[in-house]
């Protein structure tokens, strides 16, 4: 089935409205910022810190990597994706009931790390979903706008939710009671955001190839030979490894800011609004850039903003450089943003969901591995060695990203 043009400007619409609503919640509660200052201030312990981002960011990702011959089958997947995000504002609202009314912070602190990584587990299977329906929903020649776009509206949610921290801040809410209200919005942002996604025509048109049934060994056979084929895919995901393991010390920067500098809860309001006030200026940019050159443009110029970043915080740590890091760093988290999907969607074409579980696949282990790492890192070698560290393996993942393959599919 074929969208007619006004299906698909009704369909983009409503996809940029929903990025609005639902990332104004995600803006309230980002878990780089508020949600690992409440857990800090819970648990005295870089490691364990460590662990629990490291948890929270792979339940995200595992999804993606054992869903994906079930949504790659599955004729009905727009229902799937409804049924999904319906649990998704479940959990959010359990999290909120967590930490309104258990006392005892061990307890809390339990539940509430189990009911994170539901949610965010479920967040994982949504977002697996949303790429499927994207993929067979936007023409290609549009992806590239159509993600930018996506993302400003998003970032401008992200932002206007930053701000909105500030009143919960400003007002005498006790803790963790204050935690409690920001999920309950988040909740109610889910709620609105299920209802516009409702609205939306999906459009399941997947070709045979990527219909088919097929048995797990021949599933994972032709994910095999997807990855040590298609040499382009295989750089990307090297790349992304490296990555991984020198952009792991950011997810510690808003710790680091508070040990070091004495950050208050209150500039972390004013980080987040300037975060995410990078990511939206700079959205519309990278999707123009993403429609006219190659993932490793967007992923370069990304990396080195990372690497300039580090630097800035080794040799003028300060809350201006602190501010000013997180800014750029919103610009970076931007174009990658903008660039990853799309880039796996023109890479895997027809086979779109089966190169995102490769994807999935590498990018998990090396995610709980680096946020491990790091907190390890910070714990027995310090902050400066560790930002060197960082941006040694940022740089290599830039060395990568730039080193010229054969062409897709060729051994």
């Given at each position: 089935?074929?969208?007619?043009?006004?299906?698909?400007?009704?369909?983009?619409?409503?996809?940029?409205?929903?990025?609005?609503?639902?990332?104004?919640?995600?803006?309230?509660?980002?878990?780089?910022?508020?949600?690992?200052?409440?857990?800090?201030?819970?648990i005295?312990?870089?490691?364990?810190?460590?662990?629990?981002?490291?948890?929270?960011?792979?339940?995200?990702?595992?999804?993606?990597?054992?869903?994906?011959?079930?949504?790659?089958?599955d004729?009905?997947?727009?229902?799937s994706?409804?049924?999904?995000?319906?649990?998704?504002?479940i959990?959010?609202?359990?999290?909120?009931?967590?930490?309104?009314?258990?006392?005892?912070?061990?307890?809390?602190?339990?539940?509430?790390?189990?009911?994170?990584?539901?949610n965010?587990?479920?967040?994982?299977?949504?977002?697996?979903?949303?790429?499927?329906?994207?993929?067979?929903?936007?023409?290609?020649?549009?992806l590239?706008k159509?993600?930018?776009?996506?993302?400003?509206?998003?970032?401008i949610?992200?932002?206007?939710?930053?701000?909105?921290?500030?009143?919960?801040?400003?007002?005498?809410f006790?803790?963790?009671?204050?935690?409690?209200?920001?999920?309950?919005?988040?909740?109610?942002?889910?709620?609105?955001?299920?209802?516009?996604?409702?609205?939306?025509?999906?459009?399941?048109?997947?070709?045979?190839?990527?219909?088919?049934?097929?048995?797990?060994?021949?599933?994972?056979?032709?994910?095999?030979?997807?990855?040590?084929?298609?040499?382009?895919?295989?750089?990307?995901?090297?790349?992304?490894?490296?990555?991984?393991?020198?952009?792991?010390?950011?997810?510690?920067?808003?710790?680091?800011a508070?040990?070091?500098?004495?950050?208050?809860?209150?500039?972390?309001?004013?980080?987040?609004?300037?975060?995410?006030?990078?990511?939206?200026?700079?959205?519309?940019?990278?999707?123009?850039?993403?429609?006219?050159?190659?993932?490793?443009?967007?992923?370069?110029?990304?990396?080195?903003?990372?690497?300039?970043?580090?630097?800035?915080?080794?040799?003028?740590?300060?809350?201006?450089?602190?501010?000013?890091?997180?800014?750029?760093?919103?610009?970076?988290?931007?174009?990658?943003?903008?660039?990853?999907?799309?880039?796996?969607?023109?890479?895997?074409?027809?086979?779109?969901?089966?190169?995102?579980a490769?994807?999935?696949?590498?990018?998990?282990?090396?995610?709980?591995?680096?946020?491990?790492?790091m907190?390890?890192?910070?714990?027995?070698?310090?902050?400066?060695?560790?930002?060197?560290?960082?941006?040694?393996?940022?740089?290599?993942?830039v060395?990568?990203s730039?080193?010229?393959?054969?062409?897709?599919?060729?051994?």
């Amino acid at each position: 089935m074929e969208l007619t043009k006004r299906e698909l400007r009704n369909n983009i619409t409503l996809r940029y409205i929903d990025a609005l609503v639902y990332r104004f919640g995600l803006g309230i509660v980002p878990l780089a910022t508020t949600v690992s200052f409440f857990i800090s201030k819970v648990i005295d312990s870089k490691i364990l810190l460590g662990i629990f981002i490291a948890l929270a960011t792979a339940a995200i990702h595992i999804p993606q990597v054992i869903m994906g011959k079930r949504v790659r089958e599955d004729e009905n997947v727009d229902k799937s994706y409804i049924f999904y995000l319906i649990l998704t504002v479940i959990s959010y609202f359990l999290l909120g009931i967590c930490i309104w009314y258990v006392n005892d912070y061990t307890t809390m602190v339990i539940l509430f790390y189990i009911l994170y990584m539901i949610n965010q587990f479920l967040r994982g299977i949504c977002i697996m979903h949303n790429v499927t329906l994207t993929g067979d929903m936007v023409p290609r020649g549009m992806l590239g706008k159509y993600y930018g776009y996506m993302n400003m509206f998003g970032n401008i949610g992200d932002v206007v939710g930053a701000v909105a921290i500030a009143y919960f801040i400003i007002n005498p809410f006790p803790f963790p009671k204050r935690y409690a209200f920001l999920f309950f919005i988040m909740t109610l942002c889910s709620v609105l955001s299920l209802a516009i996604i409702m609205k939306v025509k999906f459009v399941v048109n997947r070709e045979q190839s990527e219909h088919q049934h097929i048995s797990y060994k021949e599933y994972f056979n032709q994910m095999k030979k997807i990855f040590t084929h298609d040499k382009e895919f295989l750089k990307f995901n090297i790349s992304k490894i490296f990555a991984n393991f020198g952009t792991a010390i950011y997810a510690f920067l808003i710790i680091i800011a508070k040990d070091k500098i004495g950050i208050s809860l209150g500039e972390i309001v004013i980080i987040n609004i300037i975060m995410f006030a990078g990511e939206a200026l700079f959205s519309i940019i990278w999707g123009y850039i993403n429609t006219y050159y190659e993932w490793e443009y967007s992923y370069v110029i990304c990396r080195v903003i990372y690497v300039v970043n580090l630097l800035l915080l080794l040799f003028f740590l300060n809350k201006t450089i602190v501010y000013i890091v997180y800014f750029l760093y919103g610009i970076a988290i931007s174009g990658i943003n903008a660039t990853q999907e799309k880039a796996i969607i023109d890479m895997g074409g027809k086979n779109k969901t089966m190169y995102l579980a490769i994807f999935e696949m590498v990018v998990v282990p090396s995610l709980v591995a680096s946020m491990i790492l790091m907190s390890v890192l910070l714990e027995f070698l310090g902050y400066t060695n560790s930002i060197i560290i960082s941006a040694v393996l940022i740089l290599l993942a830039v060395i990568i990203s730039v080193w010229p393959v054969k062409e897709k599919g060729e051994i």
